[in-house]
């Protein structure tokens, strides 16, 4: 299938085991880190914006839908590119998290609103309105190329693109993973040495 399912894109999956079953594939890199909310795992609608403007990001504001990640690439030093006000416009639309290579600001309100934020930088520095940059096109970010439809993956470890043809293959090994190291954390708490349940030793 072409695109992540809405369901299944719904579902916290960590991070790490989707680089786990994946190969290493995709992560943003250790830069992007978890600013504000908790987990996210949505639709990536991109936006390329010009350096330190935000209008492209405005312009994205119309087209995002429910479970949509914004990922925003802004080239330049790191600039305010979206605070509370983008951020609470972008909750009530019900899109379900923000990625950027850029800044953030208002990081105080943006935690009291708990709208997943992730982004390389805390800067109060604003930002131009003037470039109409991209709202659709691929971007890159951390030498991963990110295209609207992708799935991203996000939570305190870092953020995860999955290619959307390659989605549910990933989310079912996911699962199965999950699963397989929930069994072994009850068998742990047990007593049961952990190279019992690996194999590895």
Known sequence: MTEPTATRLGTAVPTSTVLDVSGNDGYLGPTIVRRAGSRAVGRALTVRTGPGDN??????LARAQPGDVLVVSCPGPPVGLAGEVICTALHQLGAVGLVTNSGIRDEDELLA??????????????T??????????????GGVHVATGDAIVADGDGVVRVRAGSWNHIYEASGRKVERETTWLASLRQGTPLAELTGLV
């Open 128 to 141: 131009t309105k003037s470039d109409g940059g991209v709202v659709g096109g691929a971007v890159e970010i």
């Open 55 to 60: 209008l492209a990001l405005h312009r994205a």
């Open 113 to 126: 609103l708990g709208f997943p934020v992730w982004s390389a930088a805390v800067t109060p520095l604003g």
